[in-house]
């Protein structure tokens, strides 16, 4: 009875890093929706002229917002991540290079937004798109380590 108590306890202990790791992952996979639910929107609204060059970048710096609290968030989580497996490791690679893409996309577009918004609306309106597809495959992939972790 000593003994399993012994081992029920150790178990325990061991399960609290994987249950506060799967926490962090649900932690990205909700900024990632919300990264993609708000970069569609913007996306959509661009459809039409109203909205102004000033909107479309305040709006667009709430992505940037977004953006940051995925990287804080994987960053934070890197250092507790002893436990995984080989392929865990590579999907966890994965995520983190799609965060740094996603930033990558992110700046090119907040560029294009710095100059002539009616000139470059439709590749503007693609970038959008693209930040939300790609935040999309990030929450897909964090999904996946969930699931296996």
Known sequence: MKHLMITTVCLAFAAVPAMADTEAFRGLMGTAANL???????????????????????EAEK????????????????????????????????VKTRIQLLDIVYNNKMNLLEGD??????????????????????????????TTN
């Open 117 to 146: 918004v009616n000139k470059n609306r439709s590749l503007i309106r693609a970038k959008f798109g693209n930040i939300a597809e790609r935040a999309e495959m990030l929450e897909r992939a964090v999904s996946k380590l969930t």
């Open 36 to 58: 993609k639910q708000e970069a569609s929107a913007l996306r959509n609204s661009m459809k039409g002229k109203k909205a102004s060059a000033a909107e479309l970048k305040a």
């Open 63 to 94: 992505l940037g917002t977004h953006i940051n609290a995925l990287r804080e968030t994987a960053s934070g989580i890197d250092g507790n991540l002893n436990g995984l497996n080989a392929r865990q490791r590579q999907e966890w690679e994965s």
